[in-house]
């Protein structure tokens, strides 16, 4: 069992930065992959970023070379640095976990994970 707790929301304005972090506590942390989903209001929520327990990472399209996962396993904390923030990243973001015995796999479909954070929300203002 994990418990995740989101932090780092806010608002911006377009062009901005910001940082989530997504901080993990209950089981072994080393032993999950972790990832960042997001969902706008009347969307379906999409996968944002991944991370492999040996830190391989994915990017959906729309974030690539924008959005930046890590994490740090002596804090159990995974990070969303996000730039170049554009009104259409507004969304509540969520982090994610999920067991597994794999160092290299990573994945940003929703069923992929079974531990899930209350979100933090951030809005991008034009």
């Known amino acids: 069992q994990v418990q995740l707790v989101e932090s780092g929301g806010g608002s911006v304005q377009a062009g901005g930065s910001l940082r989530l972090s997504c901080a993990a506590s209950?089981?072994?942390?080393?032993?999950?992959?972790m990832a960042w989903f997001r969902q706008a209001p009347g969307k379906e929520r999409e996968g944002v970023a991944a991370i492999a327990r040996g830190g391989t990472t994915t990017y959906a399209g729309s974030v690539k070379d924008r959005f930046t996962i890590s994490k740090d396993n002596s804090l159990n904390t995974v990070y969303l640095q996000m730039n170049s923030l554009q009104p259409e990243d507004t969304a509540m973001y969520y982090c994610a976990a999920h067991v597994t015995v794999s160092n290299r796999a990573v994945s940003l479909a929703a069923h992929d994970y079974n531990y899930w954070g209350q979100g933090t929300q951030v809005t991008v203002s034009s």
């Open positions: 209950g089981s072994d942390y080393s032993s999950y992959r």
